[in-house]
């Protein structure tokens, strides 16, 4: 005798699976988007790389924010043009989070020639492709990051939980910061790579309160975050959205 399988037993009326009833679609202008932000970090990463000491490059943490904005931007593009689901919220969201700072404490911290750890002046002094590479990591790649999520990403994937457990990457990041700082000669000019963690300038005492702060700091932007995102509009047009509602889906 025959045992009834998926394939040859008619569906029970209103069981329709998610498949049929929405329809994956291929989402070229997601895709494209994507892959050119992607394609934004990687450029920036590669060009500060070729220019400068890549040691020296790769323990800053705006390059660690590029290259997971560059991993997760990539994957995020092929599974648009594939009609694959979008990756974690989790992930999207800490990527939005870490380089979202990046972009901030650049233009208000580093860049403010008013700001107490203000490097305005040896910015404005980079040219050429350094130049280039200083707009794409901490302008165009934080900028097609919020715009992606705003206009490109569904509303309602985030949860409060996630703002906590993205403070592991500046957590890991400030680790291994301080244990670099500590390990190299006082004399090596990058010995610590944002001022308001410089332990000779401030001692370790005045760098935790600096982390403090920037802790708070960046858990009341995941906060933010993860309240807009539960707020705000969907974009209408289902093939322009890289995540679902539903969808589980940081130099």
Known sequence: MLTPNAAT??????SASASAVV??????????FRGLIALAAATGVVIEC???SVP????????????????????????????RPPLPALWTGGVLLCISVVGLVFHFVLANG????N?????????GPKAVANQLLHTVTPIGTVLDWLLLTAPGALRPRHAAQWLAAPATYLTFAL???ALLSPDVPTRYTYPFIDVTAYGYGGVAVNALVLGIAFSALGLVI?????????????????SSPGAGGLK
């Open 119 to 127: 490097q305005a002046a040896e910015i404005a002094a980079l040219t």
């Open 23 to 32: 329809a994956p679609v291929r989402r070229p202008f997601a895709a494209a």
């Open 50 to 52: 070729v220019y400068g």
């Open 114 to 117: 008013s700001s107490e750890f």
């Open 179 to 181: 244990i670099r700082g």
């Open 56 to 83: 020296v490059v790769l323990s800053f943490f705006t390059i660690w924010s590029n290259i997971l904005v560059a991993i997760v931007f990539a994957l995020s593009a092929h599974r648009a043009w594939t009609r």
């Open 9 to 14: 037993t008619p569906a029970a009326p209103g």
């Open 226 to 242: 993860v309240g807009l995102d539960r707020v705000r509009p969907a974009v209408r047009g289902r093939e322009n959205r890289i």
